[in-house]
């Protein structure tokens, strides 16, 4: 029994230091605000029994699901609870803090028709413009917008990037990345190839993409999540008012692959999603965008 309490002790510091974590991943503070008070309230409904979030079960959600459905949380409450359940725990998996995600597998709350992704819609001519853009400002930010657009991958997938994990040379270049603890071997899209190799120019080792306070003579630093939310906020369209954001860039490349008859499971393997539900929002959305006469909604994200 001596051991017992500074062995939970050591459980919660880690808990909590994985929660700060993964928080720090979210682009937007309302969604960091948002996931904080979902994974506050499954830790409390988790107290009681003497478990923590981080390492509860898949019966667990489960059950902790159905109790917020019978206390009235709306759908689009419970899918976002189930969101970020699940991307702490791809999280904590990426980080060796846990073996599996247990939320992969179990249903999620339906999506409702009508209810389509926030994310703002870019048009072919917008995201040309922000290549061109992208190209002319920054090489860092020219390799990251191409990775979004014609590859589909995730900020946080391109910023782990090390020159290490990119292997061949153009038309041909292979990237490793971390999808659900598991490495998973990428075909960059020609464009982006060049994009990436011009990004690290002659450096050998360590990040793809690096700080701007990283000096010849220093070790380089990582560009962190912030620094690139800074870079493609300088990108700028004509047709829409809305802020460019690295969401809007993928859900361009799901909607081009979706347009061109590609199968949604295909579609969710190249996003790196979880779920084909998650593909289906974006596509519901371009649907709902093209009815109407106002234009994309806001990204929220």
């Known amino acids: 029994m001596a051991q017992k309490g500074p062995s939970r002790a050591r459980r919660a510091v ?10 720090n991943t979210q682009q937007s503070p309302n969604t960091r605000a948002a996931y904080r008070s979902d994974l506050a309230t499954f830790g ?3 107290a009681p029994q003497g478990a923590i979030p ?40 990426e980080h060796e803090l846990r073996a599996t995600n247990p939320a992969v597998g179990v ?17 072919e001519d917008a995201v040309a413009t922000c290549r061109v853009l ?20 995730k ?8 020159i290490g994990h990119v292997f061949g040379r153009s038309p041909t270049t292979t990237i490793v990345v971390r999808r659900r603890g598991q490495s998973k071997h990428v075909v960059l899209d020609p464009d982006s190839a060049r994009a990436v190799r011009r990004c690290f ?17 220093d070790t380089p630093h990582r560009l962190t999540r912030f620094g690139a939310d800074h870079l493609i906020r300088q990108l700028r369209t004509d047709d829409t008012t809305e802020q460019v954001t690295a969401n809007a860039l993928r859900r361009f490349h799901i909607n081009s692959f979706h347009a061109g008859d590609s199968v949604l499971d295909d ?32 990204d929220r994200s």
């Open 267 to 298: 579609i969710r393997d190249r996003a790196g999603l979880a779920d084909v539900r998650g593909v289906q929002r974006y596509i519901e959305a371009a649907t709902a965008d093209s009815d109407t006469e106002d234009g994309a909604p806001n």
């Open 155 to 162: 900020v946080a997938e391109a910023l782990a990037l090390d």
């Open 201 to 217: 120019g002659q450096r050998r080792s360590g990040p793809v993409f690096v700080s701007e306070r990283t000096s010849k003579s």
């Open 54 to 93: 981080l390492t509860a079960d898949t019966a667990a959600l489960v059950a902790f699901q159905a109790e917020r459905e019978a206390a009235g949380d709306s759908a689009s409450t419970l899918r976002r609870r189930w969101s970020a359940l699940s991307s702490f725990y791809d999280f904590a998996v």
């Open 107 to 123: 249903a999620r709350p339906k999506v409702v028709s009508g209810d389509p992704s926030p994310t703002v819609r870019l048009s």
């Open 14 to 23: 880690v808990a909590r230091s994985a929660l700060e974590g993964w928080l």
């Open 44 to 46: 409390n409904w988790c």
């Open 134 to 153: 992208a190209a002319a400002l920054d090489p860092r930010l020219e390799a990251l917008v191409a990775l979004l657009v014609c590859d589909g991958l």
